[in-house]
Protein backbone atom coordinates (compact mmCIF):
# COMPACT_ATOMS: atom_id res chain seq x y z
CA UNK A 1 0.00 0.00 0.00
CA UNK A 2 2.98 2.49 0.88
CA UNK A 3 6.13 2.60 -0.58
CA UNK A 4 9.12 2.75 2.10
CA UNK A 5 10.10 6.63 1.18
CA UNK A 6 6.53 7.25 1.68
CA UNK A 7 6.36 5.65 5.48
CA UNK A 8 9.93 6.81 6.63
CA UNK A 9 8.85 10.64 4.98
CA UNK A 10 5.68 9.94 7.46
CA UNK A 11 7.27 8.52 10.75
CA UNK A 12 10.36 11.00 10.61
CA UNK A 13 7.90 14.05 10.11
CA UNK A 14 4.67 13.34 12.42
CA UNK A 15 6.99 11.56 15.26
CA UNK A 16 5.45 10.39 17.35
CA UNK A 17 2.22 9.76 15.91
CA UNK A 18 3.26 9.23 12.12
CA UNK A 19 3.46 5.43 13.26
CA UNK A 20 0.63 5.12 14.23
CA UNK A 21 -1.50 6.53 11.76
CA UNK A 22 0.87 4.88 9.33
CA UNK A 23 -0.36 0.93 11.21
CA UNK A 24 -3.88 2.59 10.94
CA UNK A 25 -4.09 3.63 7.28
CA UNK A 26 -5.84 1.00 5.93
CA UNK A 27 -8.99 0.53 8.35
CA UNK A 28 -8.66 4.61 7.80
CA UNK A 29 -9.37 4.31 4.00
CA UNK A 30 -11.88 1.15 4.43
CA UNK A 31 -13.77 3.86 7.20
CA UNK A 32 -14.13 6.89 4.76
CA UNK A 33 -14.96 4.50 1.87
CA UNK A 34 -18.12 3.67 3.42
CA UNK A 35 -19.07 6.89 5.22
CA UNK A 36 -18.66 8.28 1.89
CA UNK A 37 -19.75 5.49 -0.50
CA UNK A 38 -16.72 5.27 -2.62
CA UNK A 39 -14.98 2.58 -3.86
CA UNK A 40 -11.17 3.78 -3.56
CA UNK A 41 -8.59 2.56 -6.33
CA UNK A 42 -4.84 2.90 -6.12
CA UNK A 43 -2.58 5.39 -4.59
CA UNK A 44 -1.19 8.10 -7.04
CA UNK A 45 2.65 7.75 -7.59
CA UNK A 46 5.46 9.64 -5.74
CA UNK A 47 3.41 10.98 -2.07
CA UNK A 48 4.69 13.06 -0.24
CA UNK A 49 3.18 13.83 3.12
CA UNK A 50 -0.37 12.78 2.81
CA UNK A 51 -1.88 9.24 1.24
CA UNK A 52 -3.71 9.86 -2.00
CA UNK A 53 -6.12 7.77 -4.17
CA UNK A 54 -8.45 7.39 -6.80
CA UNK A 55 -11.86 6.91 -5.83
CA UNK A 56 -15.74 6.58 -7.60
CA UNK A 57 -18.24 7.84 -5.78
CA UNK A 58 -21.41 6.12 -5.46
CA UNK A 59 -23.09 7.89 -8.62
CA UNK A 60 -19.97 7.03 -10.72
CA UNK A 61 -18.16 10.05 -10.43
CA UNK A 62 -14.16 10.14 -10.16
CA UNK A 63 -13.13 11.73 -6.53
CA UNK A 64 -10.06 12.36 -5.11
CA UNK A 65 -9.50 10.49 -1.30
CA UNK A 66 -6.86 12.21 0.57
CA UNK A 67 -5.70 11.04 3.81
CA UNK A 68 -3.07 12.56 6.53
CA UNK A 69 -1.84 12.65 9.72
CA UNK A 70 -4.04 15.24 11.11
CA UNK A 71 -2.95 18.74 11.70
CA UNK A 72 -3.16 22.49 11.39
CA UNK A 73 -2.22 22.20 7.62
CA UNK A 74 -4.75 19.82 6.19
CA UNK A 75 -7.27 22.19 7.97
CA UNK A 76 -6.15 25.13 6.73
CA UNK A 77 -6.13 23.61 3.13
CA UNK A 78 -10.11 22.66 3.93
CA UNK A 79 -10.81 26.18 4.73
CA UNK A 80 -9.13 27.35 1.62
CA UNK A 81 -10.77 25.12 -0.54
CA UNK A 82 -14.36 25.46 1.01
CA UNK A 83 -13.43 29.62 0.35
CA UNK A 84 -12.47 28.78 -3.39
CA UNK A 85 -15.79 27.01 -4.01
CA UNK A 86 -14.16 26.03 -7.19
CA UNK A 87 -13.63 28.82 -8.32
CA UNK A 88 -9.73 28.58 -9.62
CA UNK A 89 -9.79 25.42 -7.64
CA UNK A 90 -10.63 21.89 -7.67
CA UNK A 91 -13.52 21.29 -5.19
CA UNK A 92 -13.98 20.10 -2.34
CA UNK A 93 -16.37 17.51 -2.30
CA UNK A 94 -16.52 16.46 1.88
CA UNK A 95 -14.43 16.70 4.80
CA UNK A 96 -13.55 15.70 8.02
CA UNK A 97 -10.51 18.13 9.76
CA UNK A 98 -10.50 16.39 12.87
CA UNK A 99 -9.90 12.94 10.91
CA UNK A 100 -7.35 14.53 8.57
CA UNK A 101 -9.34 13.34 5.56
CA UNK A 102 -10.80 15.13 2.36
CA UNK A 103 -12.33 14.38 -0.75
CA UNK A 104 -11.64 15.98 -3.37
CA UNK A 105 -12.84 17.03 -7.28
CA UNK A 106 -10.51 14.45 -9.93
CA UNK A 107 -9.21 16.85 -12.58
CA UNK A 108 -8.88 15.06 -15.58
CA UNK A 109 -6.82 14.96 -17.71
CA UNK A 110 -4.61 16.47 -14.57
CA UNK A 111 -2.15 17.31 -17.26
CA UNK A 112 0.41 20.16 -14.77
CA UNK A 113 1.81 23.14 -15.90
CA UNK A 114 5.39 21.54 -15.78
CA UNK A 115 4.20 20.09 -19.06
CA UNK A 116 3.97 23.20 -21.22
CA UNK A 117 6.97 24.44 -23.49
CA UNK A 118 5.90 27.85 -23.57
CA UNK A 119 6.82 29.77 -20.38
CA UNK A 120 4.73 32.64 -21.10
CA UNK A 121 2.00 30.70 -21.68
CA UNK A 122 2.30 28.39 -18.43
CA UNK A 123 3.13 32.05 -16.46
CA UNK A 124 -0.34 33.16 -18.11
CA UNK A 125 -2.49 30.44 -16.99
CA UNK A 126 -0.75 30.58 -13.17
CA UNK A 127 -1.53 34.28 -13.27
CA UNK A 128 -5.31 34.08 -14.01
CA UNK A 129 -4.92 31.57 -11.49
CA UNK A 130 -3.79 33.53 -8.77
CA UNK A 131 -6.55 35.87 -9.64
CA UNK A 132 -9.57 33.52 -9.12
CA UNK A 133 -8.62 31.94 -5.73
CA UNK A 134 -7.18 35.33 -3.76
CA UNK A 135 -10.26 36.50 -1.60
CA UNK A 136 -9.37 38.95 1.47
CA UNK A 137 -9.51 37.20 4.37
CA UNK A 138 -12.58 36.21 5.80
CA UNK A 139 -13.27 38.00 9.63
CA UNK A 140 -13.17 34.82 11.28
CA UNK A 141 -10.19 32.24 10.10
CA UNK A 142 -7.58 29.72 10.84
CA UNK A 143 -5.16 30.86 8.33
CA UNK A 144 -1.41 31.80 9.90
CA UNK A 145 0.37 34.73 8.40
CA UNK A 146 3.82 34.77 6.31
CA UNK A 147 4.94 36.24 9.23
CA UNK A 148 4.22 33.05 10.89
CA UNK A 149 6.32 31.20 8.27
CA UNK A 150 9.25 33.62 8.24
CA UNK A 151 9.77 33.17 11.88
CA UNK A 152 10.57 29.66 11.45
CA UNK A 153 13.97 30.93 10.36
CA UNK A 154 14.55 32.58 13.85
CA UNK A 155 15.36 28.85 14.73
CA UNK A 156 18.51 28.71 12.45
CA UNK A 157 21.28 30.43 14.32
CA UNK A 158 20.17 28.83 18.16
CA UNK A 159 20.40 25.79 15.79
CA UNK A 160 24.02 26.11 14.86
CA UNK A 161 24.63 27.39 18.38
CA UNK A 162 24.68 31.24 17.09
CA UNK A 163 26.52 30.55 13.83
CA UNK A 164 25.03 29.88 10.30
CA UNK A 165 26.58 26.33 9.77
CA UNK A 166 26.76 25.89 6.02
CA UNK A 167 24.38 28.64 5.00
CA UNK A 168 26.38 31.95 4.41
CA UNK A 169 26.27 34.48 7.32
CA UNK A 170 25.80 37.26 4.75
CA UNK A 171 22.95 35.63 2.89
CA UNK A 172 21.27 35.13 6.33
CA UNK A 173 21.69 38.69 7.32
CA UNK A 174 20.50 40.21 4.15
CA UNK A 175 17.37 36.95 4.46
CA UNK A 176 17.14 38.72 7.74
CA UNK A 177 17.10 41.95 6.70
CA UNK A 178 14.82 41.88 3.55
CA UNK A 179 12.03 39.47 5.14
CA UNK A 180 11.50 42.12 7.96
CA UNK A 181 11.04 45.15 5.38
CA UNK A 182 8.79 43.13 3.25
CA UNK A 183 6.38 42.13 6.12
CA UNK A 184 6.52 46.25 7.07
CA UNK A 185 5.81 47.16 3.60
CA UNK A 186 3.41 44.47 2.44
CA UNK A 187 0.23 45.87 0.55
CA UNK A 188 -3.77 44.67 1.18
CA UNK A 189 -3.29 40.99 2.58
CA UNK A 190 -5.42 38.25 0.69
CA UNK A 191 -5.50 34.32 1.50
CA UNK A 192 -3.07 32.79 -0.77
CA UNK A 193 -2.29 29.58 -1.74
CA UNK A 194 1.14 29.44 -0.40
CA UNK A 195 2.40 27.02 -2.58
CA UNK A 196 1.29 27.78 -6.09
CA UNK A 197 3.79 25.75 -8.06
CA UNK A 198 3.68 24.12 -11.30
CA UNK A 199 2.68 20.78 -10.09
CA UNK A 200 -0.07 22.53 -8.30
CA UNK A 201 -2.04 23.37 -11.20
CA UNK A 202 -4.01 21.13 -13.34
CA UNK A 203 -5.52 20.70 -16.41
CA UNK A 204 -8.97 19.78 -16.60
CA UNK A 205 -12.47 20.15 -18.33
CA UNK A 206 -12.73 23.51 -16.22
CA UNK A 207 -9.65 25.06 -17.05
CA UNK A 208 -6.96 25.21 -14.95
CA UNK A 209 -7.21 24.77 -11.38
CA UNK A 210 -5.42 24.59 -8.18
CA UNK A 211 -4.70 22.17 -5.59
CA UNK A 212 -3.21 21.13 -2.87
CA UNK A 213 -3.14 25.32 -1.03
CA UNK A 214 -1.65 25.62 2.23
CA UNK A 215 -3.78 28.61 3.00
CA UNK A 216 -1.89 31.64 4.08
CA UNK A 217 -2.30 35.22 4.42
CA UNK A 218 0.03 37.63 3.21
CA UNK A 219 0.22 40.00 0.13
CA UNK A 220 0.16 38.85 -3.74
CA UNK A 221 3.82 39.17 -4.78
CA UNK A 222 4.26 36.35 -2.17
CA UNK A 223 2.35 34.04 -4.39
CA UNK A 224 4.69 34.27 -7.68
CA UNK A 225 7.52 32.41 -5.22
CA UNK A 226 7.11 29.03 -5.75
CA UNK A 227 6.77 29.04 -9.51
CA UNK A 228 10.67 31.05 -9.53
CA UNK A 229 11.51 28.15 -7.50
CA UNK A 230 9.90 25.00 -9.15
CA UNK A 231 10.16 22.37 -10.97
CA UNK A 232 12.38 20.79 -8.47
CA UNK A 233 14.48 19.69 -8.90
CA UNK A 234 14.56 20.70 -12.65
CA UNK A 235 14.92 24.09 -11.40
CA UNK A 236 18.59 23.14 -9.23
CA UNK A 237 20.18 22.28 -13.27
CA UNK A 238 18.98 24.67 -15.57
CA UNK A 239 22.32 25.83 -17.31
CA UNK A 240 20.41 28.88 -17.76
CA UNK A 241 18.71 29.86 -14.50
CA UNK A 242 19.00 33.11 -14.46
CA UNK A 243 17.51 34.24 -17.65
CA UNK A 244 14.40 31.53 -16.99
CA UNK A 245 13.92 33.20 -13.94
CA UNK A 246 13.96 37.02 -14.87
CA UNK A 247 11.89 35.78 -17.83
CA UNK A 248 9.43 34.30 -15.28
CA UNK A 249 9.47 37.62 -13.09
CA UNK A 250 9.10 40.04 -15.73
CA UNK A 251 5.74 38.02 -17.31
CA UNK A 252 4.12 37.49 -13.98
CA UNK A 253 4.74 41.38 -13.10
CA UNK A 254 3.30 42.19 -15.94
CA UNK A 255 0.28 39.70 -16.01
CA UNK A 256 -0.46 40.77 -12.07
CA UNK A 257 0.32 43.99 -12.34
CA UNK A 258 2.87 43.59 -9.33
CA UNK A 259 6.41 45.30 -8.85
CA UNK A 260 8.98 42.75 -10.25
CA UNK A 261 11.41 43.74 -7.41
CA UNK A 262 9.26 42.58 -4.44
CA UNK A 263 8.22 38.94 -6.47
CA UNK A 264 12.03 38.56 -6.82
CA UNK A 265 12.44 39.55 -2.95
CA UNK A 266 10.19 37.38 -1.62
CA UNK A 267 10.91 34.66 -3.58
CA UNK A 268 14.35 34.96 -2.67
CA UNK A 269 12.96 34.97 1.27
CA UNK A 270 11.25 31.66 0.55
CA UNK A 271 14.51 29.91 -1.13
CA UNK A 272 16.15 30.45 2.12
CA UNK A 273 13.36 29.61 4.42
CA UNK A 274 13.07 26.18 2.11
CA UNK A 275 16.42 25.44 2.63
CA UNK A 276 16.35 25.88 6.31
CA UNK A 277 13.14 23.87 6.01
CA UNK A 278 15.31 21.46 4.33
CA UNK A 279 17.93 21.15 7.24
CA UNK A 280 14.43 20.76 9.67
CA UNK A 281 13.87 17.97 7.75
CA UNK A 282 17.12 16.36 8.45
CA UNK A 283 18.45 16.18 4.76
CA UNK A 284 21.57 18.78 5.41
CA UNK A 285 23.09 17.52 1.91
CA UNK A 286 20.07 19.09 0.31
CA UNK A 287 20.79 22.33 1.42
CA UNK A 288 23.10 23.53 -1.11
CA UNK A 289 21.20 23.74 -4.13
CA UNK A 290 18.46 25.91 -2.18
CA UNK A 291 21.34 28.08 -0.69
CA UNK A 292 22.63 28.66 -4.47
CA UNK A 293 19.36 29.95 -5.41
CA UNK A 294 18.21 31.55 -2.63
CA UNK A 295 22.20 33.92 -3.58
CA UNK A 296 20.96 34.06 -6.88
CA UNK A 297 17.91 35.51 -6.48
CA UNK A 298 18.54 38.48 -4.15
Excluded at 219 to 228: K, N, R, S
Excluded at 261 to 284: F, K, N, S, Y
Excluded at 286 to 297: D, S
Amino acid sequence: MQDSSFARRITTTFAPDGAAWLEQLPTTIDRYAARWQLNVGSAFPNLSYNYVASATRADGTAAVLKLGVPRAELTTEIAALELYNGNGACRLLAADAAGGALLLERLEPGTDLAQLTDEAEAMQIAAQVMQQIWHAPPNSHSFPHVADWLAGLDALRPFFGGGTGPFPEALVAQTEALSAELLVTSGPAVVLHGDLHHFNILHSARGWLAIDPKGVIGEPAYEAGALLRNPIPQIFTLRDRPAVIARRVGLLADALGIDAGRIRHWAAVQALLAAWWTVEDGDAAGVLPWIALAEELM
